[in-house]
C-alpha cells in the first residue's frame, strides 16, 4: 500500500519559519513527484507547490513563491516544505500527495497524507 505522512507543522508568530515533512511507506518515493496542497476552513483545497521525480523541477503558487521552498531528500524517503516569513493567510492544513506512478506534477494525485496543522498567529 501507499501511504504519505506529513509533520512539522505547528502554532508560530508571523515572520517565523517551519519545515514540513513528507515521508512515504510503502513506495519509494523519488519514483513520483510530491504536491504540496493546504486547506483552509471555509476554503477551496489550494496547490502550494510540486517536485518533480526525474528532474527535480519544482512549481510554487504565487502567494509563496520566494518564501517556500520544496526538496526532496531520496535517500530518506522524504520530501521536505522549507516555509520561511509565515504569515497569517498560510494558516491551512497542509497535505502532500502523490499521482499514480508514471504521473507528474500536472497530473492528478491519487495518494493523499492525512495533513498537518500550520496556524500563523500573533
Known amino acids: 500500500q501507499v501511504q504519505l505522512v506529513e509533520s512539522g507543522g505547528g502554532f508560530v508568530q508571523p515572520g517565523s519559519s517551519l519545515r514540513l515533512s513528507c515521508t512515504a511507506s510503502g513506495f519509494t518515493l523519488g519514483d513520483y513527484p510530491i504536491g504540496w496542497f493546504r486547506q483552509a476552513p471555509g476554503k477551496e483545497r489550494e496547490g502550494v507547490s510540486c517536485?518533480?521525480?526525474?528532474?527535480?523541477?519544482?512549481f510554487y503558487t504565487d502567494s509563496v513563491k520566494g518564501r517556500f521552498t520544496v526538496s526532496r531528500v531520496n535517500a530518506e524517503n522524504t520530501v521536505y516544505l522549507q516555509m520561511n516569513e509565515l504569515k497569517p493567510e498560510d494558516t491551512a492544513v497542509y497535505y502532500c500527495?502523490?499521482?499514480?506512478?508514471?504521473?507528474?506534477?500536472?497530473?492528478?494525485?491519487?495518494?493523499w497524507g492525512q495533513g498537518t496543522q500550520v496556524t500563523v498567529s500573533s
Open positions: 500527495a502523490a499521482p499514480r506512478r508514471g504521473g507528474n506534477c500536472q497530473s492528478d494525485f491519487a495518494s
Open positions: 517536485i518533480n521525480s526525474r528532474d527535480r523541477s519544482t
